[in-house]
Nanobody
Framework: VQLQASGGGLVQAGASLRLACEASGGIFSRYGMAWFRQAPGKEREFVATIAWTGTVTDYIDSVKGRFTISRDNAKNTVYLQMNSLKPEDTAVYYC?????????????????WGQGTLVTVSS
């Protein structure tokens, strides 16, 4: 499975961005999906995950109420809608796929990773 992330950019605090991650080379609906992020000098951290059905999601506390993960299995794509962005959201965002149908928060469970897309939020 190949994952191609897009949608990053430079925005001001309070703005919105939507990230997209298109999968190819596999049966997308058989994978739980997630977004992780890595800020400069920090470890990669979990952001959001979604089950294969799209009906079960989970988020890190710092983005709850601001970010929404969703997926369109017909388009082999997972999205991350990011609203009310803060400077601390600045990071490279990675999408990832796991064979666990319900996703998860542990990066070691993910077998496929996208190349990352940079999100920069200025104050």
């Amino acid at each position: 499975v190949q994952l191609q992330a897009s949608g990053g950019g430079l925005v001001q605090a309070g703005a919105s961005l939507r990230l997209a991650c298109e999968a190819s080379g596999g049966i997308f609906s058989r994978y739980g999906m997630a977004w992780f992020r890595q800020a400069p000098g920090k470890e990669r951290e979990f952001v959001a995950t979604i089950a294969w059905t799209g009906t079960v999601t989970d988020y890190i506390d710092s983005v709850k109420g601001r970010f929404t993960i969703s997926r369109d299995n017909a388009k082999n794509t997972v999205y991350l809608q990011m609203n009310s962005l803060k400077p601390e959201d600045t990071a490279v965002y990675y999408c990832a796929a796991t064979r666990s149908l319900y996703g998860g928060t542990y990066p070691g469970d993910y077998v496929y990773w996208g190349q990352g897309t940079l999100v920069t939020v200025s104050s």
